[in-house]
């Protein structure tokens, strides 16, 4: 059974069932971890942008798909800043983490040679996770950074770039996309290539549905700031997480949206650790976070909690 994709026309999700928004075009590593997800128990909802997959909840999907990390990349910028949006932690809120193997290959239209490629189009990341393969096979070819590695696939079936053009995508995109070949897999720079992704909800509470079945929340992601300066006088960031009292596996800072100069936000990455921390392995994990929230309150920062997974 094909999976279900949204027209343009659709609108308002209903409720009972699951539509998830992912970085499209079909064929995208996002695309391709949202339908390892959830296979045919839910219809697809293509985004241009990442912006656009997080705006897409709750008016258009019940879940967000947004890429997180990667292990040669780093942390993605754009996630994390809009992280900081008020409404995380209120309206919209993380309910899982997935891991994704990234294997890129350079794809090209049927007949095209190694020797004939005179661009190579990716996203950003793409490209910058295959500059060994580039520099050694294709030192001459113009680099041309696209908005998703789908989109690259997509962009040399035109006709002033079949010729003389190869895209950096998933395989998947042989499939979705008719006239495309294969020519090289597994160019990227690190074998050991992973993007972890989070999955967002309009609801703490709302149903993952999907061949897999969710496990006990044992993770969380924080967002903590002091207030406006001067803060001299109140704790630094080393105490909070002193007094937070939790295993910290992360740590992110981004500008805050405040218009105050040189005034972060952090994101802290917690988990259950009952060794380390001498928690009660009974205990809900809520309630641990619950309590720690409360003591980092009570030394004047802010702290909201964006998600459990």
């Keep these: 059974m094909a999976p279900t994709y949204a027209t343009q026309e659709h609108v308002v999700p209903d409720t009972k069932t699951v539509w998830i928004a992912f970085l ?36 258009e999907a019940s879940f967000s798909l947004l890429p997180k990390e990667n292990t040669i990349f780093g942390s993605v910028i754009e996630t994390y800043d809009l992280l900081r949006s008020p409404e995380v932690g209120k309206e919209k809120f993380i309910r899982e983490e997935i891991t994704l193997q990234v294997q890129h290959s350079l794809l090209v239209t049927k007949g095209t040679r190694l020797q004939d490629i005179k661009r190579v189009l990716s996203h950003e990341q793409a490209l910058g996770q295959c500059t060994k393969f580039l520099g050694e096979n294709l030192p001459e070819a113009a680099l041309v950074k696209m908005p998703s590695t789908a989109a690259a696939a997509q962009a040399i079936l035109a006709d002033d770039m ?27 720079n690190e074998n050991i290539n992973y993007t972890r992704f989070w999955l967002l909800s309009d609801s703490p ?30 704790p630094d960031l080393t105490a909070i997480i002193a007094k937070l009292g939790l295993y910290v596996t992360n740590i992110d800072r981004r500008p805050s949206i405040q218009a105050i100069p040189f005034h972060d936000v952090y994101f802290l990455e917690v988990s259950r650790n009952c060794t ?4 009660d392995k009974e205990r809900p994990w809520a309630g641990v976070v619950d309590d720690a929230v409360e003591r980092v309150k009570n030394l004047g920062w802010d702290v909201c909690v964006l998600g459990y997974w």
Excluded: M, W
């Design 205 to 234: 509470v709302r149903p993952l549905s999907g061949p897999l079945t969710p496990s006990e929340p044992e993770h969380t992601l924080l967002r903590v700031s002091p207030p406006p300066p001067p803060p001299s006088k109140l």
């Design 24 to 59: 499209g075009p079909k064929g995208t590593y996002s695309h391709q971890v949202a339908y390892d997800r959830f296979r045919e128990s839910a219809i697809y909802v293509e985004k241009t942008t990442i912006a656009d997959t997080f705006n897409a909840l709750p008016s």
């Design 276 to 279: 380390i921390n001498g928690e």
């Design 162 to 188: 079949r010729s003389d053009s190869g895209a950096i995508c998933s395989e998947v995109c042989t499939s979705v996309y008719d006239g495309l070949s294969l020519l090289f897999k597994g160019v990227q």
